[in-house]
């Protein structure tokens, strides 16, 4: 048996650091893990032009605890008035690694997100041209959809027609939780990957709805059936490069989850990778992590791979109740369980 395993520096393929004090004590939790992390830009405001993005970058930087290397890739919110020059320079100059598409209103921050994709046809024609990818938030928004048909039906209604109509343009088909997004992902071919979070691997929406409303399993898109984690299981770990690591962890202090309308979000940085690295030993795929965790992502994206390494070895690790940011608890994934590996470097 496997005990202990030594992989390239991973990488966090979508996150959320938030802003000022909270970003400044979540900051240390992804650089002890993660040599980048592709950071989302729905801050209020959001960051939508390379000038906001790079200031950010600036702020994000002076977070990262000494003696860590760990590098923020900021991604531009896509607005129906985005300015595709602007977004251009933005990632010809290095600021922007990725654009990301919110339709408006699907999640949180999301309400200056895109409100007709069709109209966002031109940036995204310029971002093919230019080669900037695309990040996906793969949920429709209209009343009339039913909440756990969401992704499935932007798929038909958008998502073909987006690839169809740019064979060229890179798409991060984002926290993928559907079979129906795998097949979709698997069938478009290569300029097509997703990213897969540790809560929709573990967890189906019973946890969410099943003795008692329970906040902290509640994200978006939310968790789905069973069978829908199974598959997401065996993307994750059948070493398809279409598939890496994305957390989506998504920080929000334990009164905004534990509220009459309780925000949408899974804080899932602080034990990333003893997460999926459990899932992987569930599945006997220890040999695959480090493709899904370091290497696909940065394959797909186009840059280099981490040169340095991490280990994890098999123990058991006890994940706090209630960490702390600004003073106040926050309620971490996976809180008051026992995980069976520890980040020992
Ligand atoms: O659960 C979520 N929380 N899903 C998202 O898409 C956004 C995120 C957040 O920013 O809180
Ligand atoms: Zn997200």
């Not at 590098?71 to 896509?78: A, D």
């Not at 940065?298 to 702390?324: C, H, K």
Request: proline share 7%; glycine share 6%.
């Amino acid at each position: 048996m496997t005990d202990r395993l030594t992989i390239r520096r991973p990488d966090d393929w979508h996150l959320h650091f938030r802003d000022g004090a909270v970003m400044r004590d979540v900051v240390p939790f992804t650089a002890r893990q993660f040599g980048r992390a592709i950071v989302m830009p729905n801050l209020t405001p959001p960051v939508t032009s390379a000038a906001l993005a790079a200031a950010y970058r600036d702020r994000i930087m002076a977070a990262v605890p000494a003696g860590l290397h760990f590098t923020p890739l900021m991604t531009c919110y896509l607005t129906d008035s985005t300015d595709p020059d602007d977004l251009a320079r933005g990632a010809a100059e290095g600021v922007f690694t990725a654009a990301k598409l919110y339709p408006a209103n699907a999640t949180t921050n999301s309400a200056a997100g895109v409100s007709n994709i069709e109209n966002l046809f031109p940036v995204l024609a310029r971002m093919e041209a230019e080669d900037i990818v695309l990040c996906i938030h793969g949920e429709v928004t209209d009343h009339d959809i039913d909440v756990f048909d969401r992704e499935k039906e932007f798929i038909e209604r958008h998502l073909r027609s987006i690839v169809a109509t740019f064979p060229k343009l890179r798409v991060v088909f984002e926290h993928i939780t559907t079979g129906d997004a795998v097949d979709f992902v698997t069938a478009a071919g290569p300029q097509v990957a997703a990213t897969i979070t540790p809560q929709h691997l573990h967890i189906n929406r019973n946890a969410m709805l099943v003795g008692g409303m329970q906040p902290h399993n509640y994200c978006l898109p939310v968790a789905k059936r069973e069978t829908h984690r199974l598959a997401l299981r065996a993307a994750a770990t059948s070493g398809s490069p279409q598939f890496f690591l994305g957390t989506d962890s998504a920080p929000h202090l334990k009164r905004d989850k534990e509220s009459a309308c309780g925000c949408a979000g899974i804080f899932g940085a602080p034990f990333a990778l003893e997460s999926y690295l459990t899932v992987f030993d569930e599945e006997g795929a220890l040999e695959r992590f480090e493709g899904f965790a370091s290497l696909h992502g940065p394959a797909f994206y186009r840059l280099p791979v981490n040169e340095d390494s991490v280990t994890l070895e098999r123990a058991e690790v006890a994940v706090p109740p209630v960490l702390q940011v600004t003073g106040e608890d926050i309620v971490p994934f996976h809180a008051g369980t026992t995980l069976g590996w520890r980040l020992v470097g």
